[in-house]
């Protein structure tokens, strides 16, 4: 299986920072790597897809880029509604995995 | 406005068998790939398995063939049958739609916590 480490596992940032998270991947994914949003008793919701690609609706605050094995997702101007758990996942092989999760919390 | 609505049996006994179903509402059920994802209580997340637009199904190794994933397109729902149940299994299961093989889960049912107790 393909294992996918993310960085850090807690981040305590303020309203308007910038937050970067990193997913960094076993093995080749190619760009075939998503990020998500949980909030706390609801459903997972899709940031990015294939590494770089805003998924439609989503703030372009949310960003995501790749070099290699190593993928990042980058919250610009956070907000107080960003304030949840990131998750990456790759799609390149089965069985699809994620990453342990980035809880983003208020400093 | 695409939606997933799902059901199923909330709390089970050790050694018997899960069993969940997902219906889609206002949008197409051919063409997509239908999987079911699991988060244990405040762990991460589990991908347990999909059926493709096809009919061909794929699974997560780790539940040792005790997975089965079905689909009625006439009714546009698809189901998750999870046979021996233990605690560990104990979990919020997910039922999600993805567009083709290279993309994201981009809509998620709303959830369905099992609990499996001894």
């Known amino acids: 299986d393909i294992q996918l480490t993310q960085s850090p596992s807690t981040l305590s940032a303020s309203v308007g920072d910038s937050v970067t998270i990193t997913c960094r991947a076993s093995?080749?994914?190619?760009?075939?790597l998503a990020w998500y949003q949980q909030k706390p008793g609801k459903a997972p919701k899709l940031l990015i897809y294939?590494?770089?690609g805003l998924e439609s609706g989503v703030s372009s605050r949310f960003s995501g880029s790749e070099s290699g094995t190593e993928f990042t997702l980058t919250i610009s101007g956070l907000q107080s509604d960003d304030f949840a758990v990131y998750y990456c996942?790759?799609?390149?092989?089965?069985?699809?995995?994620f990453g342990g999760g980035t809880r983003v919390d208020i400093k | 406005q695409v939606q997933l609505q799902q059901w199923g049996a909330g709390l089970l006994k050790s050694s018997e068998t899960l069993s969940l179903t997902c219906a889609v509402y206002?949008?197409?059920?051919?063409?997509?790939?239908w999987s079911w994802v699991r988060q244990p209580p405040g762990k991460g997340l589990e991908w347990i398995g999909e059926?493709?637009?096809?009919?061909?199904?794929n699974y997560n190794p780790a539940l040792n063939d005790r997975v089965f994933i079905s689909a009625d397109a006439s009714k546009s729902q698809f189901s998750l049958r999870l046979t021996s149940v233990t605690a560990a299994d104990t979990a919020v299961y997910f039922c999600?739609?993805?567009?083709?093989?290279?993309?994201?889960?981009?809509?998620w049912g709303q959830g369905t916590l099992v609990t499996v107790s001894s």
């Open positions: 206002g949008g197409s059920f051919a063409t997509y790939y």
């Open positions: 294939a590494a770089s």
């Open positions: 996942q790759q799609y390149y092989a089965y069985p699809l995995t």
């Open positions: 093995q080749s994914v190619d760009s075939w």
């Open positions: 059926i493709t637009d096809g009919g061909h199904t």
């Open positions: 999600t739609r993805t567009p083709s093989r290279y993309y994201g889960l981009d809509h």
